[in-house]
């Protein structure tokens, strides 16, 4: 396939990074991106995979007809970092002038009937509440009669109760189901140096403490073939699971919430 006639068309077909318990939710966000609906929000715990959905549709930038995409990062920032980095986006001159240079630039995409994707992340690990910016953003966007879609990925819906009227879809992305983290392992295992498998009873394992939230399961899994490494053990057993994710990753998972 020719790169330089992809579409957003083109995101139905899942890539491999996508679980098949997870198309659902990708599927709608695709759908939201091609319809242009104005606001979206991708919710989900912690390291359930929100960000790689976000960083899968971004793949297509410059590819799509007319498509602008803006992926902006939201962690740690202030109201006004935020808005900062808005005006980067469209090179506005400077942070003083965000809002009316955003009016301008949206104004221009407007007659060009050009196209636009904002990718919100981590927008609740924001150091302030950035849903009245998201707010008078989408205002903007919307008395510019132009073209853009943003999706807002956060992990507690709670956060954007002021942003509840303006919200068009609402997209929950849950963890990985038994056989979509039995794939990972089985690729994980064969694209190692040496071949280590997990046992049946060990993949049941390795979902009973992770919850299939993928984040969880990626260092498990590392974790588990380094073990298994240093022992020399040729497959991967219930044992060695519960030994690496009580000592190694359990503890770790805990401080990364206390953190957030």
């Not at 939201?74 to 970092?81: N, P, Q």
Request: some cysteine; glycine content about 6%.
């Amino acid at each position: 396939m020719d790169v330089a006639v992809l579409t957003t068309a083109h995101l139905r077909s899942p890539a491999t990074v996508i679980a098949d318990s997870q198309e659902e939710c990708w599927s709608r966000l695709c759908y939201a991106v091609e319809e242009q609906l104005p606001l979206v929000v991708l919710s989900g715990e912690a390291e359930v995979g929100k960000s790689t959905l976000l960083e899968q549709l971004t793949r297509v930038q410059g590819h799509g007809h007319r498509q602008l995409w803006f992926p902006i990062d939201a962690t740690g920032l202030t109201g006004e970092e935020f808005s900062q980095q808005l005006s980067r986006a469209v090179e506005a001159p400077s942070a003083a002038s965000t809002w009316d240079s955003l009016a301008d630039w949206f104004d221009g995409l407007a007659v060009t009937r050009g196209e636009s994707v904002w990718l919100f992340d981590h927008v609740d690990q924001a150091a302030t509440d950035l849903a009245l910016i998201v707010r008078r953003f989408h205002r903007l966007v919307e008395s510019a009669q132009a073209h853009a879609t943003v999706i807002l990925a956060v992990r507690e819906t709670g956060s954007l109760r002021a942003l509840a009227d303006c919200v068009h879809l609402w997209c929950q992305l849950p963890a990985w189901d038994l056989a979509s983290t039995e794939k990972v392992l089985r690729q994980a295992s064969a694209a190692g140096k040496v071949a280590r498998p997990y046992r049946p009873e060990a993949v049941q394992a390795v979902q009973d403490c992770t919850g299939g939230v993928a984040g969880q399961v990626h260092r498990l899994s590392e974790l588990c073939q380094l073990a298994a490494g240093v022992r020399d053990e040729r497959e991967i057993d219930v044992d060695l699971v519960l030994e690496v994710w009580n000592e190694l990753v359990a503890p770790h998972s805990v401080m990364r919430a206390h953190a957030h």
